[in-house]
Nanobody, 128 residues
Framework: QLRLVESGGGLVQPGESLTLSCVVS????????VGWFRQAPGKQREGVSF???????YYSDSAKGRFTISRDIAKNTVYLQMNGLKPEDTAVYYC??????????????????????WGQGTQVTVAS
């Protein structure tokens, strides 16, 4: 059974940093694309970043230059380091996984409907 458990969300001020973690079980990171989506109130879920089974990294335009995704295969964990946080980054952040890199890549721009494995989400609030 595939399982994703997120942690690391919280309340921070603009400009500060947070690191989200996603611990996975039931599969190995080198065989799956794993990444992050977020959903703000009243908005659709949008792709933020993912790391492919081969270790390639991909970012949305809003995440480029501020967020860094990484993984520790031995710990079955994917991280999202978020720097320079802005109020518009406020959302519930969800970890997601798919066994096909191209499906995850498509979901980043076309919508999250094709992804079927999700964590429970962690709230990130950026406010002064």
């Amino acid at each position: 059974q595939l399982r994703l458990v997120e942690s690391g969300g919280g309340l921070v001020q603009p400009g500060e940093s947070l690191t989200l973690s996603c611990v996975v079980s039931g599969f190995t990171l080198d065989g799956y694309a794993v990444g992050w989506f977020r959903q703000a109130p009243g908005k659709q879920r949008e792709g933020v970043s993912f790391i492919s089974g081969g270790g390639g990294t991909y970012y949305s335009d809003s995440a480029k230059g501020r967020f860094t995704i990484s993984r520790d295969i031995a710990k079955n964990t994917v991280y999202l380091q978020m720097n320079g946080l802005k109020p518009e980054d406020t959302a519930v952040y969800y970890c997601a996984a798919d066994s096909h890199d191209h499906i995850f890549a498509a979901a980043m721009s076309l919508g999250a409907y094709s992804i079927h494995t999700w964590g429970q989400g962690t709230q990130v609030t950026v406010a002064s």
